[in-house]
C-alpha cells in the first residue's frame, strides 16, 4: 500500500513537471537570436509580429541599397542608360562590392538596378544616383527627404551605398517601412527574387553574369522555402545586416536583422520568420464593397429607395494561431434612414473593427448607387424662395376651394328655393281649382 501511495506521488509529480514544461516552452517560444537588432513585419497588415531593439539605431551597410533601389526605380525609365561618371566609379574602395564597371561606361537602369541588388555594386548606387538627382549629394537629400515622408524618424543617409559614415544610421523598424514601400514596385520583386542574370556588354566592357548573394533564396544550406528574395549587407562596423521577403498562405513578411555575425544571420531570419508563421494567421476582417449594411431612402413619409453601405477598403488582420472569434467585435456608426438625396460613393458613414478592445481597423461606408429625392416646393428646407412659393400656391387653392364651396351652397339654395317656390304655386294652382268646381 506505501509503495502504491510513494508511486502516486512519484507520477502526479512528474505530471506537474511536465505541464510546467509545456507552459514555459508556450511562454517563451519567441526566438533568441544573435543580432543585435531584429524585426518582422507583415506587409499585408501593417503589424510587427516579432521585436528585438527595434528602435535602436545602427549602421545598415549594404541594405541601404533597398532605398537607393526604390527612388531608382521611381524616378527612372529601366531602359533609360547611365553614362557612368569617373566621381561614381572611383569614388568608391575598390575592396568594396563592385563589378568592374569603368568611367564613361554606358549601362541601363535596369541592369544596372540588377548589378545593385544581386551584386551588391557600390558604383552602380551612385551611378543611379546621379541619373536620378544629377548628383550623388541631391539624390542623398531624396533619400532623406523619402525616408521622412515613410515616418523613418530615426534614419539618417549619407550616401547611396551604405559605406561606413558615422552619421549613416537606421533603426530595424524604419528598415521594415523602407522596404515595405519598396516590395510594392514589380521591377523590384523581380529582381531580388532572381538567382542569376546576364548583364550583356557595353561600350566599354564585356559580359558579365552574376548570381544571387542571398543564401535563403538559394540553394544552400540556408534555403528557405517560403523566401522570395532581399538584400545583404556587411562591413566590419555595422557587422552582417540583412532584409529578407517571405510569403506563405498569403501572409508576406519583411524580416530585418541588424548588427548580426556571419554564423547566425541566416539562422537568424530563419527563426524569426517561422515564429511569426507558426504563431499566426491572417483573417479578412472586410472586403472592399462589400454591403455592410441596408438603408432605407424616404420621399416625404414613403420609402422611396434602399441602398447598401459599403465597405471602402479591404482590410485583413494577424491574429494569434489560437484566437476565438468573439476576440473581434465590429462597430458602426451610420444614420438608420436618410430622407434626402444620396449619391452613389458618397459617405455614409464609418466602421470600426476591435481586437481584444483594441482598435484594429476602421474605414468608411460609402453608397452603392444614387437616390435623388426631388425637393418639395412645400418644403421650407429646400430654400425660403421655394418655401414661399409653395405658401401662395397653398394660400390661393385655399381660397379656390372657399369660393367653390360657397358658389356650390348658392347653387343648392337657388335650388332648394326654386323647389319651395314650385311647390307653393302647385299648390295654389290647385286650391284655384277647387274653387271654380264649386
Not at 452613389?344 to 429625392?373: H, M, P, Q
Request: proline share 2%; glycine share 4%; net charge positive.
Amino acid at each position: 500500500m506505501l509503495k502504491r501511495h510513494k508511486l502516486f506521488i512519484c507520477l502526479f509529480i512528474m505530471f506537474i513537471f511536465l505541464l510546467n514544461i509545456i507552459v514555459s516552452h508556450a511562454e517563451n517560444n519567441i526566438p533568441t537570436i544573435s543580432a543585435e537588432s531584429a524585426i518582422v513585419y507583415c506587409i499585408n497588415t501593417k503589424q510587427i509580429l516579432y521585436e528585438k531593439n527595434i528602435y535602436e539605431k545602427h549602421f545598415p551597410a549594404s541594405i541601404t541599397k533597398v532605398m537607393t533601389a526604390l527612388l531608382a526605380i521611381e524616378n527612372n525609365k529601366l531602359d533609360d542608360r547611365i553614362t557612368y561618371s569617373s566621381t561614381a566609379v572611383n569614388s568608391i574602395d575598390r575592396n568594396s562590392s563592385h563589378l568592374w564597371v569603368v568611367a564613361d561606361e554606358q549601362i541601363t537602369v535596369e541592369n544596372s538596378l540588377y548589378g545593385l541588388l544581386m551584386k551588391s555594386a557600390n558604383e552602380m548606387a551612385n551611378g543611379l544616383a546621379e541619373k536620378t538627382s544629377g548628383s550623388i549629394s541631391e539624390f542623398v537629400n531624396l533619400m532623406n527627404k523619402k525616408a521622412n515622408d515613410l515616418g523613418c524618424i530615426n534614419t539618417h543617409f549619407e550616401n547611396t551605398n551604405g559605406l561606413p559614415n558615422d552619421n549613416h544610421y537606421t533603426t530595424a523598424y524604419d528598415m521594415a517601412l523602407i522596404s515595405a514601400e519598396a516590395f510594392k514596385s514589380s521591377t523590384f520583386r523581380e529582381i531580388i527574387g532572381t538567382t542569376i542574370h546576364t548583364i550583356p556588354p557595353t561600350n566599354r566592357n564585356v559580359e558579365r553574369v552574376i548570381g544571387n548573394s542571398h543564401k535563403m533564396l538559394l540553394n544552400t544550406k540556408y534555403h528557405y522555402d517560403y523566401c522570395l528574395g532581399g538584400k545583404t549587407g556587411y562591413t566590419v562596423v555595422a557587422g552582417h545586416t540583412l532584409v529578407t521577403y517571405a510569403e506563405k498562405d498569403g501572409m508576406q513578411l519583411i524580416s530585418v536583422l541588424l548588427k548580426s555575425d556571419k554564423e547566425n544571420l541566416y539562422l537568424d531570419a530563419t527563426k524569426t520568420l517561422d515564429y511569426a508563421f507558426n504563431n499566426y494567421k491572417l483573417i479578412t476582417l472586410t472586403e472592399q464593397n462589400k454591403a455592410i449594411k441596408k438603408l432605407p431612402v424616404f420621399q416625404g413619409n414613403k420609402i422611396k429607395d434602399n441602398i447598401s453601405a459599403l465597405s471602402s477598403q479591404k482590410f485583413v488582420f494577424a491574429v494569434p494561431s489560437d484566437y476565438i472569434e468573439s476576440d473581434i467585435r465590429v462597430e458602426h456608426s451610420i444614420p438608420e434612414q436618410f430622407k434626402e438625396t444620396v449619391a452613389k460613393g458618397v459617405k455614409l458613414g464609418t466602421i470600426k473593427y476591435y481586437y481584444k478592445n483594441n482598435v484594429i481597423a476602421y474605414t468608411d461606408l460609402v453608397s452603392d448607387k444614387t437616390v435623388e429625392i426631388k425637393p418639395s416646393i412645400f418644403d421650407f428646407k429646400d430654400g425660403l424662395f421655394l418655401g414661399l412659393i409653395g405658401l401662395v400656391i397653398a394660400l390661393v387653392m385655399l381660397i379656390l376651394k372657399i369660393l367653390l364651396t360657397l358658389v356650390l351652397i348658392i347653387i343648392l339654395l337657388i335650388i332648394v328655393a326654386k323647389m319651395f317656390k314650385f311647390k307653393i304655386k302647385v299648390k295654389r294652382k290647385r286650391k284655384n281649382n277647387a274653387i271654380l268646381k264649386d
